[in-house]
Structures are given as structure tokens and as C-alpha cells.
């Protein structure tokens, strides 16, 4: 198989143009044929000479893929399917709401991380995925045109993935790209230290932490990245930026029943976070095979959130969107696919 043109950053295409020869504004001109006109085939990029267009030709795919699977929930959102450059399979989902298109994105094909709650981390990694992988669940689907933002809560661990997350970014915010602003796009992590500084100093997107409890050995028991980085030293890296702007810092919270939803959870989150200006999201569990957590209760999950605001910790509840089809927070999987 080819390499695909679609990914690649301005700076990459015009090394390859000069590669092939050609002069370098045809990096240019390439990725405007990519990113900013509807064209699917390198055939139609006709401001470039027949020789370009060969040259390119004989080396490259355009790379984009249509999705092979389309669900649609009862509450209007949407579970696309996708193939990989490595032949594997990826979700991507679409949230309506109101005048809102958000999509959550993949950046792995499965997962390392093996967080007992999720049921990517069940299925295992399986590999990485690249930017043009990336950036087609966003040009592919049938909103493409309406996204207000995107997130990067998909399948996998953005920060496992960062060279190519950082460069689907850039190719979805610079002007030769698509033209986001980086505040529409927020990255999720469960917080890998060296891949925070270097996702914060090089990328303008907000970032989501996700945090589960504020207790050591409990975080351990459900995630095991807790061992190797450490909540604490997470904390420390965001302490040390400037939050009060644009650019926003949240913490996903899944409440689970009897482990991390307790008066002695608000105390430490409270104290956790404080000086920070942040928000955090509580999210229902959707209980998934051979896990023993369970999700709290509705009265838990209030009490829970209003002890939060009144310690002065910003929190909402996220709505659980698309569970009858499995596109909900943590319900990701292409275990089954292509078996
Ligand atoms: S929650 Fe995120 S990091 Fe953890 S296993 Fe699932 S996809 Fe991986």
C-alpha cells in the first residue's frame, strides 16, 4: 500500500515536493488540494502540471477513507466505523447538541493504558494511528462542515500517541489547514507527565485530565498509569500554568458506587485542585463486561456534585450520550471487528 498525502503537514509536503523535484510551492498548493477543497483524487488537483500530478501518482494514495459503519442512536447520536492505514478498525462518535457537532475522535487503535473501566483498554492495543487517520473522522463524516468542536476521548491515550495528535492539530488549526481555533478542540488524557509539558508548550488546545480519585493506591487499583506518573506530579505540571485565560484545564470524573463518590473524595479533590481554575466533569458509568465497579446512584451523583460547587469546585454532570449503540464515554471497541 501506498503512503497517503492526506495527513501530512505543510512542512512534510513541500520536502516531498522538493523530493520529487518539483518546485516547492507545490507543497502549498498540494495541501490546499487536501485540506480546503472537497476533491478525493490527486487526479483533480489541476493547478499542478501532469508531471506533479504522475510523480505524486506513482508514489502516494490520497488517503482518505469513507466510514464502513454507520449507527444512529435514539438521542440523534452517531457511531461512524472506520479502516486504518494499518487495516484495523476505529470509532469515531458525533454529539448533537442544539447548534453543537461535536466529534470524539480515535488516536489508537485499542489501548495500552488497561484502566478497568473502559472497554478499549479490554481490548488491548492494537496500534497507533496517524494523523491522516485522525483528521478523516472529521473530514469524513456526513457533519463534516457543521463540527463546532472536537475531542480527542475516543479510542485510546492521545499522549501514547503525541507526534501524530500534535500534527493532526496543526493541521486542523493552521490557516493552510482547516482553520480551527485550538479552542474548540480539547485532548483527554489520563495524565502522562512528559507528554502534558510537551502537549502544553507546543499546542494551544485545552486539555482534560482524567482523574477518577484523588487517592493514590485507589487510582492505582482502577488505573495502572497511576503507578509509572503519579496523579500528584500531574497536579504539579498543571499548577505550574497559567489557566486563567482562553485556554481551559477540566478533570473527567467517573463516579463509581462506594469507591470514589464519599464526603472524604469532595475534601481531597477540593484540596487537590484548589488554586487551580479548572472544572470538573462527573460522568456516569456504563458498566462494561468483567468489571466489578458499578455506577453510583442518581441522588449520590447530585449530592456528590453540589458538595463540589460548594467547596467551591466548579462541577457539572455530563450528559450520557448514545449508550443504546455503545458510543458512550469508556464504551469504544473494535474487539470484535475483522476477527
Ligand atoms: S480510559 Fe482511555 S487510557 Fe484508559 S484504557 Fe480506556 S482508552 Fe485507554
Not at 487495516?87 to 447548534?99: V, Y
Not at 495524565?191 to 485530565?209: K, M, S, W
Not at 478533570?251 to 463518590?261: M, R, S
Request: one cysteine or more.
Amino acid at each position: 500500500m501506498k503512503p497517503a498525502l492526506f495527513g501530512k503537514t505543510l512542512s512534510e509536503l513541500t520536502d516531498l515536493a522538493i523530493e520529487l523535484g518539483l518546485p516547492n510551492f507545490t507543497g502549498k498548493q498540494i495541501a490546499n488540494w487536501l485540506y480546503q477543497q472537497q476533491i478525493t483524487s490527486i487526479s483533480e488537483m489541476s493547478n499542478l502540471s501532469k508531471n506533479a500530478r504522475s510523480l505524486l501518482e506513482e508514489s502516494f494514495e490520497f488517503g482518505l477513507h469513507t466510514p464502513v459503519k454507520v449507527q444512529v442512536s435514539s438521542d440523534g447520536t452517531k457511531k461512524y466505523l472506520f479502516k486504518t492505514h494499518l487495516e484495523n478498525f476505529i470509532e469515531t462518535a458525533m454529539i448533537p447538541d442544539k447548534e453543537r457537532r461535536t466529534v470524539c475522535v480515535s488516536s489508537q487503535v485499542g489501548c495500552k493504558m488497561g484502566c478497568l473501566f473502559c472497554m478499549t483498554g479490554k481490548q488491548g492495543f492494537q496500534g497507533q494511528l496517524s494523523a491522516g487517520d485522525i483528521v478523516n473522522q472529521i473530514r469524513n463524516i456526513d457533519e463534516f462542515g457543521e463540527v463546532t468542536n472536537i475531542v480527542y476521548m475516543g479510542m485510546g491515550e492521545p499522549f501514547d500517541n503525541l507526534d501524530e495528535v500534535l500534527k493532526s492539530i496543526e493541521i486542523l488549526t493552521s490557516e493552510w489547514g482547516y482553520a480551527m481555533s485550538p479552542r474548540r478542540i480539547t485532548v483527554s488524557s489520563i495524565g502522562i507527565t512528559p507528554g502534558l509539558v510537551r502537549f502544553l508548550n507546543e499546542c494551544e488546545a485545552h486539555v482534560a485530565i482524567s482523574l477518577h480519585t484523588p487517592f493514590h493506591e485507589e487510582r492505582q487499583s482502577i488505573m495502572p498509569v497511576q503507578i509509572a506518573y503519579p496523579l500528584q506530579e500531574v497536579i504539579d505540571v498543571i499548577k505550574e500554568w497559567d489557566f486563567r485565560g482562553q485556554r481551559r484545564i477540566s478533570f473527567e470524573y467517573i463516579v463509581f458506587h462506594g469507591l470514589n463518590d464519599t464526603a472524604r473524595h469532595v475534601r481531597e479533590l477540593s484540596r487537590m485542585l484548589s488554586g487551580i481554575p479548572c472544572r470538573i466533569n462527573l460522568i456516569r458509568f456504563h458498566p462494561v463486561p468483567g468489571t466489578p465497579l458499578k455506577a453510583t446512584d442518581e441522588d449520590t451523583l447530585q449530592w456528590f456534585k453540589d458538595e463540589l460547587n460548594k467547596k467551591g469546585v466548579l462541577t457539572t454532570i455530563r450528559a450520557s450520550r448514545g449508550q443504546d449503540i455503545y458510543a458512550a464515554c469508556g464504551l469504544l471497541s473494535t474487539k470484535t471487528i475483522g476477527q
